[in-house]
């Protein structure tokens, strides 16, 4: 497992670089993850996309089906993809601290 | 993002036809096999095209792809293309070619053949080359089938084609759910289950609906945030571990080849079928895996002594009934064979008097 080190925390990756230990989302790793994305500022629709990604997290216990993402934010997939070039499994949901996604993908 | 190009497309599949399958398309009238590997297409205008057909083991090198590139250039004016089943086909022209072309590929050691009532190529996935899910090896079980059954590949002597198919579980990535003989990879043990891990690689509600039977439930200890599995209820399918890296279920003492017969995709007089347990369990036994080998031509051989003329797999055990397709092939009928499978399963009993003793 390897371990990166930002702005002074240290995180624990997978070799795809997402969280090994979920507890360790912070602030900073939405910074370190967004230079490795390829987002040059991160804007409140970033954010609105991130907290709701969190939000059905925590109360679902599972990553939102896309469509569901789209409808609750508003945002289309096409534009969530404006905002998280590689998408929003690899992109939003790193970002957000969530695991892998996984299945046939 | 400033110079990426997407949304292309695959290229335009008539920017690689040879002329001559260009000058024709959709105007052929007829064809024939000329000799195991080799057909002969005629056209409506008179004009002929000779494909020549050699196996491939699918999961070849940038060196071999150039190897029949330059074949290709040398004796097709640099076209050839691939079958569904992973077969090559060099499209010759020049009648004149075809010996010559036939000679070389005979040096090269690529095998002429798969057309008409043989053995084609076996459709199959990635094995222990490239997948985390399997219960079994794919190209080297291929490799050893293939070897033992290469008569069959150039050669007609069958009573129909016979499709083999492997998959390395039963996800049944391509074709083994519908082919005469299919290789498929069966665990024999139920996940184990990394509990400390586990809420951090995985979503606990998928992973509780990807399971068949319904084993799966949250762990009682509400601080462990992990699941729990009910023993008796799995039947190892490995769902779990697709859906959750935590749940690890290959044994390699215990994972192992199924075989299933008697499948089709083709409407030729009887309609398409799935394939049906034959053998539950063979032993995972690399690299020549002789019990699968050995028990796939036993069931082929009393195939090609028992059917008659253009009869399937499938279509030879409807005929003789299933008690005496375990009977003529020698494999013992056990419970694993019943089928237990929810309501579905009903259908499958015998619900007549009709039996042979």
């Not at chain 1, 969190?54 to 534009?79: C, E, H, W």
């Not at chain 2, 390699?252 to 008697?262: D, F, I, N, T, Y």
């Not at chain 2, 090609?304 to 030879?316: D, L, P, S």
Request: hydrophobic share 35%.
């Amino acid at each position: 497992m390897a371990v990166v080190e930002y702005k002074g925390k240290t995180f624990e990756v997978d070799e795809d670089g997402f969280l090994a230990n979920l507890d360790q989302w912070g602030p900073e790793w939405v910074e370190y993850v967004k230079d490795l994305e390829g987002i040059k500022e991160l804007t409140e629709d970033h954010w609105k996309v991130i907290n709701m990604l969190q939000d059905y997290y925590k109360k679902n216990g599972i990553a939102p089906m896309v469509r569901i993402l789209s409808k609750v934010t508003g945002f289309k997939l096409k534009y969530i993809y404006e905002l998280f070039p590689s998408g929003p499994g690899k992109g939003a949901c790193k970002m957000a601290g969530l695991p892998k996604p996984t299945g046939c993908v | 993002m400033a110079e990426r190009i997407t949304d292309i497309g695959p290229p335009h599949y008539s920017k690689f036809l040879p002329p001559i399958i260009k000058d024709n398309y959709g105007k052929w009238a007829s064809h024939e096999i000329l000799e195991p590997g080799v057909l002969k297409h005629t056209a409506e205008s008179g004009a002929e095209i000779y494909s020549v057909r050699v196996g491939s083991p699918r999961i070849i090198t940038t060196l071999f792809a150039r190897d029949i590139c330059a074949l290709a250039d040398k004796y097709c004016g640099g076209y050839l293309r691939f079958t569904s089943r992973h077969n090559i086909e060099f499209l010759v022209t020049d009648k004149a070619q075809l010996e010559p072309l036939k000679a070389e590929l005979k040096k090269a050691g690529l095998p002429i053949g798969g057309t008409g009532h043989s053995v084609t190529n076996i459709v199959h996935t990635q094995g222990w080359i490239h997948c985390h899910t399997p219960a079994i090896d794919a190209s080297g079980i291929v490799k050893a089938v293939m070897d033992d059954l290469f008569e069959y590949f150039g050669s007609h002597k069958l009573p129909a084609q016979v499709r083999i198919s492997l998959a390395c579980c039963l996800n049944m990535c391509g074709a083994v759910h519908c082919s005469d003989i299919a290789i498929c990879g069966v665990h024999r043990t139920p996940p184990k289950i990394m509990h400390e891990k586990l809420r951090h690689l995985c979503e606990i509600p998928t992973t509780i609906a990807s399971c068949p039977t319904g084993a799966i439930r949250p762990h009682p200890d509400k601080n462990l945030k992990s699941v729990i599995v009910n023993e008796p209820r799995c039947m190892y399918c490995g769902n779990c571990y697709t859906m959750c890296p935590a749940l690890p279920c290959f044994d390699s003492e215990k994972g192992g080849v199924a075989l299933l017969v008697g499948g089709k995709v083709s409407n030729a007089k009887s309609p398409p079928a799935f394939s049906r347990l034959a053998v539950p369990y063979i032993p995972n036994n690399p690299p020549r895996w002789p019990e699968t080998v050995a028990a796939i031509r036993k069931i082929l051989i009393k195939y090609a002594e028992g059917a008659n003329k253009w009869e399937r797999v499938g279509e030879w055990i409807e005929r003789i009934g299933w008690e005496k397709f375990f009977e003529v092939c020698d494999i013992p009928f056990t419970f694993q064979h019943i089928d237990d499978y929810k309501f579905q399963a009903y259908d499958t009993y015998r619900t007549s008097m009709h039996f042979k003793f």
